[in-house]
């Protein structure tokens, strides 16, 4: 019987899915925790918008503002990050003129990259930390996609849940089973927390290792529902 997929979707793919995919993955693809075959992985809703710099000018303002201060911005890209962090963060999207806007994302495309791959960094050490081997630490920035293997999508926090419905309302899948990870085992979202390094990539594995069994038991009452 052909694995069913069960995904883990966030915005960028980068931290919180990934740690899910990780996690799942190591304690119980290859176990008989689950009543048919099984594989893991994640996606992120919004990759395609990060790889062409089309991040909205919040976001993009928020990885300019962890890279600074996670100190991996240097030179004249740190200095001219810190100058439209201190004019426009927090500023609506209408306040800011298109010119500044430009400003903006050429600073963003250079140092987003360092950003996301210090916080895979981060996210990696910490899923070794708590023992899970290095062949099940999975990549980052994977768009999603509908695949049909796909049953059940399980969304970081509402927001994404809401992306999901975007992408399947002008498709002729019907969208696979949804549920929030938070309503999954009755507690809140994990938020998307870009700057706090080593820290909150421990709070995010901690988050999902301390929840995966009462998870596992809702996905498989959610699997019987699909299989039968």
């Given at each position: 019987m052909a694995r069913l997929i069960i995904r883990a979707v966030d915005w960028g793919n980068i931290q919180r899915s990934p740690t899910f995919e990780a996690?799942?993955?190591?304690?119980?693809?290859?176990?008989?925790?689950?009543?048919?075959?099984?594989?893991?992985?994640?996606?992120?809703t919004r990759v395609n918008q990060i790889m062409q710099n089309l991040t909205p000018i919040f976001k993009q303002l928020d990885i300019m503002d962890?890279?600074?201060?996670?100190?991996?911005?240097?030179?004249?890209?740190?200095?001219?990050?810190?100058?439209?962090?201190?004019?426009?963060?927090?500023?609506?999207?209408?306040?800011?003129?298109?010119?500044?806007?430009?400003?903006?994302?050429?600073?963003?495309?250079?140092?987003?990259?360092?950003?996301?791959?210090?916080?895979?960094?981060?996210?990696?050490?910490?899923?070794?930390?708590?023992g899970i081997p290095e062949q099940y630490l999975p990549g980052m920035r994977v768009p999603f996609k509908h695949?049909?293997?796909?049953?059940?999508?399980?969304?970081?926090?509402e927001n994404i849940a809401q992306d999901i419905e975007d992408f399947y309302k002008p498709l002729e899948n019907n969208q696979?089973?949804?549920?929030?990870?938070?309503?999954?085992?009755?507690?809140?979202?994990?938020?998307?927390?870009?700057?706090?390094?080593?820290?909150?990539?421990?709070k995010q594995v901690e988050y999902f290792m301390k929840t995966r069994e009462q998870a596992i038991e809702r996905i498989n009452t959610l699997i019987a529902k699909i299989v039968i």
């Amino acid at each position: 019987m052909a694995r069913l997929i069960i995904r883990a979707v966030d915005w960028g793919n980068i931290q919180r899915s990934p740690t899910f995919e990780a996690i799942f993955n190591y304690f119980y693809s290859d176990s008989n925790s689950l009543p048919v075959p099984v594989v893991f992985d994640s996606a992120g809703t919004r990759v395609n918008q990060i790889m062409q710099n089309l991040t909205p000018i919040f976001k993009q303002l928020d990885i300019m503002d962890a890279g600074l201060t996670l100190d991996i911005v240097k030179g004249e890209n740190k200095h001219l990050a810190e100058e439209l962090i201190s004019k426009w963060y927090g500023k609506e999207d209408e306040e800011i003129p298109k010119k500044n806007k430009m400003e903006i994302t050429h600073s963003y495309s250079k140092i987003k990259e360092n950003v996301h791959l210090r916080q895979m960094q981060y996210r990696n050490e910490a899923l070794l930390d708590v023992g899970i081997p290095e062949q099940y630490l999975p990549g980052m920035r994977v768009p999603f996609k509908h695949d049909a293997k796909l049953k059940l999508i399980i969304p970081v926090e509402e927001n994404i849940a809401q992306d999901i419905e975007d992408f399947y309302k002008p498709l002729e899948n019907n969208q696979p089973l949804t549920e929030i990870y938070g309503d999954l085992v009755g507690i809140k979202p994990l938020k998307d927390e870009l700057d706090g390094g080593i820290r909150i990539a421990k709070k995010q594995v901690e988050y999902f290792m301390k929840t995966r069994e009462q998870a596992i038991e809702r996905i498989n009452t959610l699997i019987a529902k699909i299989v039968i």
